[in-house]
T-cell receptor, first 112, second 112 residues
Framework: GDSVTQMEGPVTLSEEAFLTINCTYTATGYPSLFWYVQYPGEGLQLLLKATKADDKGSNKGFEATYRKETTSFHLEKGSVQVSDSAVYFCALLRAGNTPLVFGKGTRLSVIA | DSGVTQTPKHLITATGQRVTLRCSPRSGDLSVYWYQQSLDQGLQFLIQYYNGEERAKGNILERFSAQQFPDLHSELNLSSLELGDSALYFC???????????FGAGTRLSVL
């Protein structure tokens, strides 16, 4: 079945450091890929998405590129801030009546 | 604000009891999804409704049931509660299957 594998956290970075959170997927067909973010005490917010190979999703300085050849969708940010501290979830969605399939989440802590 | 409203925010109850969680989707969204987030299982899909009809079922226990009403709001009923049912329950909505899902802030259920 479909699955998403994320790097395990927690990840602790200093402010202004470069962030990479790895995400790989297994799915039939060509799923859409997402990154969701969950700030402390809140629900999941859509951070960015990509719907086909080589698409790059971007938002709030975060980027991820849909790489079909490596079945990956790694999240990157050039310079993290304390306010980026949250749990990040990679997810995939196939067409039709299928639910989102989530990775286990990666907790990011950014220290000043 | 995602536009998806979940009530209540917190629920504390005892084992063996029954509770109802409520979700109002974003205006115009016909699909509603329920997910359970627990520390050991991560984010698990429970069930999906589309315009009042059940469309997909995930890892939903027989003690749990859901429905979507004509005004498109949905309720998740959890009965014969056990300690292990303590979790965050999220509702998400989308225009239709296969589209971006927007999440509510969740209901935190504590079974004592």
């Amino acid at each position: 079945g479909d699955s998403v594998t994320q790097m395990e956290g927690p990840v602790t970075l200093s402010e202004e450091a470069f962030l990479t959170i790895n995400c790989t997927y297994t799915a039939t067909g060509y799923p859409s890929l997402f990154w969701y973010v969950q700030y402390p005490g809140e629900g999941l917010q859509l951070l960015l998405k990509a719907t086909k190979a080589d698409d790059k999703g971007s938002n709030k300085g975060f980027e991820a590129t849909y790489r079909k050849e490596t079945t990956s969708f790694h999240l990157e940010k050039g310079s993290v801030q304390v306010s980026d501290s949250a749990v990040y979830f990679c997810a995939l969605l196939r067409a039709g009546n299928t639910p989102l399939v989530f990775g286990k989440g990666t907790r990011l802590s950014v220290i000043a | 604000d995602s536009g998806v409203t979940q009530t209540p925010k917190h629920l504390i109850t005892a084992t063996g009891q029954r509770v109802t969680l409520r979700c109002s989707p974003r205006s115009g969204d016909l699909s509603v999804y329920w997910y359970q987030q627990s520390l050991d299982q991560g984010l698990q899909f429970l069930i999906q409704y589309y315009n009042g009809e059940e469309r997909a079922k995930g890892n939903i226990l027989e003690r749990f049931s859901a429905q979507q009403f004509p005004d498109l709001h949905s309720e998740l009923n959890l009965s014969s509660l056990e300690l292990g049912d303590s979790a965050l329950y999220f509702c998400a909505s989308s225009v239709s299957s296969g589209n971006i899902q927007y999440f509510g802030a969740g209901t935190r259920l504590s079974v004592l």
